[in-house]
């Protein structure tokens, strides 16, 4: 069966970095859209970062552009999300969700498959 897993969630300080990953399985990676969304306490899903299959198009959220980077491996089947500057804001657990459409979606229910998620936590 499909399988999302990520890992590299932790706690940083305001301004520090960290690098999420998300190792997939059971799917023809290189056939989605791979995205990050993240979810804060109290709050809906939100749409944070995709790339198409081919990794020619990348979007990103107001919130973090200029500040994250999406990236992916089709030879490892492994996407990542490179987060700079963190604010505490930032503070959420976040998932890597697959998208067999293929078209990039910004929309959580356009996805097919979702990982279990990891908490970031970014202190002031």
């Known amino acids: 069966q499909v399988q999302l897993v990520e890992s590299g969630g932790g706690l940083v300080q305001a301004g520090g970095s960290l690098r999420l990953s998300c190792a997939a399985s059971?799917?023809?990676?290189?056939?989605?859209?791979m995205a990050w969304f993240r979810q804060a306490p109290r709050k809906e899903r939100e749409f944070v970062a995709v790339i198409t299959w081919s990794g020619g198009t990348t979007t990103y959220a107001d919130s973090v552009k200029g500040r994250f980077t999406i990236s992916r491996d089709n030879a490892k089947n492994m996407v990542y999300l490179q987060m700079n500057s963190l604010k505490p804001e930032d503070t959420a657990v976040y998932y890597c969700a697959a998208e067999s459409a293929g078209i990039g979606s910004t929309i959580h229910r356009a996805y097919d498959y979702w990982g279990q998620g990891t908490q970031v936590t970014v202190s002031s």
């Open positions: 059971g799917l023809t990676f290189s056939r989605y859209s």
